[in-house]
């Protein structure tokens, strides 16, 4: 007798021989890694987008070298020499202890710093532009009225700055979304690798890298609406006053 193939939602369902947790667990850690890696890349970008419109000159040049860099090469390269380098490392430090043999790269850690350092070029850019964007007559108005620097900045360039660099912020929030699927080659069981493993058991792949594609778009929806719902918040005062 011909076996009869299980339906699809029995497949990705939650019974005994359904995919449905595993699918889940998998795309919170897809959600982990891409929230915790854009954080991370928040945090760079903002360092080296201050670095790049700094006034000195040792700064500026550190800060192209890093946009340059990070977005010229490949981001699958990246993350390989993290995995493989910080193995490399670790091992040199363990044998100074008398350990022996390979000690692997914690995969969360290899994914999230290699996207955060990836992003952080791209957000870095993006708040450059942000910030080169902002009317220059509401920082001399700060200036005028005695602000302090941090005071103006923590009042009236921070604000306009992200402002201005949401959507830019947003777009990269979708690229740190898809390079999630670039951690899979360490062995991190995210969503594409969770697609993979199962597609392998049942030999249904169509299936599951179908769900993939669901579950990525479902994601992106989700953030979309987010991201929009946090601009038009930013742009309240300002539809306000026209």
Known sequence: MIPVQESYFALIGFGADGW??????????TCAVAVAGFLLGSAIGS???WAKLSGSFVLRRIGTAYTTVLRGIPDLLVIYLFYFGGSAALGTVAGFFGADGFIGMPAFVTGVLAIGIVSGAYQAEVLRGAFLATPRGEIEAAKAVGMRNWTAFRRIIAPLVLRLALPGIGNTWQLVLKETALISVTGLVELLRQSQIAAGSTRRPFEFYLTAILLYLAITWISTLLFRRAEARTMLGVRRSI
Do not use: D, F, N
């Open 20 to 29: 449905g947790r595993a699918l889940l667990i998998a795309t919170g850690m």
């Open 47 to 49: 360092l080296i987008a």
